[in-house]
């Protein structure tokens, strides 16, 4: 392979790798290693498909450690290597493998982001000097925005909570403002016009499966991550993490219901039938049992924005439990505001579009409980930290499963955690996140008011209690 077309299909990988066609990028990685075993950022790349995709941590450090004998001084090695330890719960070596990528290298934005992940920061702590003056320097702005995140969330470990907002909101203004929500509300309202109460009634769920699907749902950050950790300590659960395989699978069967002559939606209510959903849910049981973290009767998918497709999950099965997580809107929006999510959010740049997402997400959820309403489970974050093991108990009964103590001891449980919340949750259950919005309240009049006021707010909580 010439240095030409290595370098092309670097590109290439790295690209796929950005727009989460994970597989596509672990292919061209590999493609590459087999004509030269030693090149680093396929080495890199590699292990990172391999942590993302497969959960394969064993093999993602393999490869990180060939790569760190190519290049022992290489800070992104270095710094992936945090990223993949951040993952496994390892943070005691991820602090250390960002702390030297640090060294290696004062700019490398991203291992402050592992560092500041992998603890909690004190008073002093040499990353506040070594981060604001690489701020002072030239970077990109991913990568300044990235560092601001880091900072901002140190400062946070330190209780100044107007400085890490300052930091925050930089990080944040350096991306691109969202203009879709009018894209999302039409989402939304074509979903209310296909599921209708009396197609709900009609579409039952066309298949049991094995192993049978949990889903989670519901906004990003809301509790999501604690609730499938907790589920997966059941020896019946295991988890596949965030699974795009619903969102896929519903996009192509509504693409392929299409008839020339016939208005779209009487099309996929005609494409409906009990086969063709039955075949939906077999395909999506048999593309993702392979991503569980252990054999088991029962599958976690947390992808949060399933919510979108509730309405074909129940029509293609007949009996998977649906859970959907739900926390105080302003402490919802605040934690998708200071999580730098590296793709697929942009609506969280900003506190007035955060703000209009929710409202069009809670609106869409008002309907399936409407129409479905004994397919889902509610479950309310500020519940379940305050009495996890009531909550546990209702969860479990909804999902008929037994009871398992090991379900309140999340900390003790094992395995790959890709999401932004990967250090809180491996921590024992506290309700040190409650009310957290509080802290912030000087800064959120945005979120506020694009929620719809106190008022709103107000009465989203009594629709909760």
Known sequence: MSPDDRAALLSRAAQAFQSDRL??????????????????????????????????????????????????RDAHVHQSRAATLNMLGD?????????????????????????????RVAPGDPLFAHGEAALK???????????????????????????????????????PAFTGLETFAAVADRQKALFTAETCTRLTGAARTTPRPIFIVGMPRSGTTLLERMLAAH??????????????????????????????DAAIRQAMTRDALADIARAYVTQVTPCADAPAPQIIDKMPTNFWNIGLIAACFADAPILHMRRHPLDTGLSNYIANFRTGL???????????????????MQHWTAVLPTRILDVDYEKL?????GQMRRILTFCQLGWHD????????????????RFQARQKITTGSVHKWQRYAAHLSPLIDALGGEDWIASYEARRA
């Open 385 to 389: 930290v305050q009495d996890p093991q």
């Open 235 to 264: 020896p019946e659960v295991s988890t596949a993490g965030e699974r795009p395989e619903v969102n896929h699978l519903s996009s192509r069967f509504f693409d392929q219901a299409q008839r020339p002559g016939m208005p779209p």
């Open 23 to 72: 597989g596509e990028a672990e292919a061209i990685y590999t493609r590459i290693l087999k004509s030269t075993p030693t090149n680093v950022k396929a080495l890199v790349g590699a292990a990172l498909c391999a942590s993302t995709l497969r959960r394969d941590a064993a093999r993602a450090l393999s490869l990180l450690d060939r790569a760190l004998q190519v290049s022992p």
């Open 91 to 119: 943070f005691d070596g991820a602090v250390q493998a960002a702390r030297r990528a640090i060294d290696l290298n004062p700019a490398a934005a991203h291992a402050y982001v592992n560092l500041t992940d992998s603890m």
């Open 406 to 421: 090991g379900c309140v001891h999340p900390e003790k449980t094992t395995g790959v955690i890709a999401t932004a919340s």
């Open 346 to 364: 942009d609506y969280s740049n900003r506190l007035d579009t955060l703000g209009g997402y929710f409202r069009i997400y809670d609106e869409l």
């Open 137 to 175: 320097g030239a970077m990109s702005d991913p990568d300044r925005s990235v560092l601001h995140f880091a900072l901002g969330k140190a400062w946070q470990d330190c209780g100044d909570h107007d400085r890490a907002f300052a930091h925050f909101c930089a990080g944040n203004d350096l991306k």
